[in-house]
Nanobody, 122 residues
Framework: VQLQASGGGLVQTGGSLRLSCAASGRTFSSYAMGWFRQAPGKDREFVASIGNSGDSTSYADSVKGRFTISRDNAKNTVYLQMNALKPEDTAVYYC????????????????WGQGTQVTVSS
């Protein structure tokens, strides 16, 4: 599976962005998907995950109520809608795929996209 993340950019505090992650291959619906982020000088952290059929989602406490993960298996794409953005959301955002159950641990994931930069100005 190859993953291509897009949709990042520069936005003001309180603004919104929608990230997309397009996957290649015909087995996308077999994979649970996750979004992670890494800010400069910090460790990578879990943001959100979604099960392979889209019926289960999980979020980091820091983004609950502001971010929404979704997927369209017909389009081989997973999305991350980010609202009420804060400067502390500034990071490179990565999508990842795991054949199995989604977890909060990046080491469990099998495939990674290249990352897309999100910058939130104060």
């Amino acid at each position: 599976v190859q993953l291509q993340a897009s949709g990042g950019g520069l936005v003001q505090t309180g603004g919104s962005l929608r990230l997309s992650c397009a996957a290649s291959g015909r087995t996308f619906s077999s994979y649970a998907m996750g979004w992670f982020r890494q800010a400069p000088g910090k460790d990578r952290e879990f943001v959100a995950s979604i099960g392979n059929s889209g019926d289960s989602t999980s979020y980091a406490d820091s983004v609950k109520g502001r971010f929404t993960i979704s997927r369209d298996n017909a389009k081989n794409t997973v999305y991350l809608q980010m609202n009420a953005l804060k400067p502390e959301d500034t990071a490179v955002y990565y999508c990842a795929a795991v054949l199995g159950i989604a977890t909060h641990n990046g080491w469990d994931y099998d495939y990674w996209g290249q990352g897309t930069q999100v910058t939130v100005s104060s």
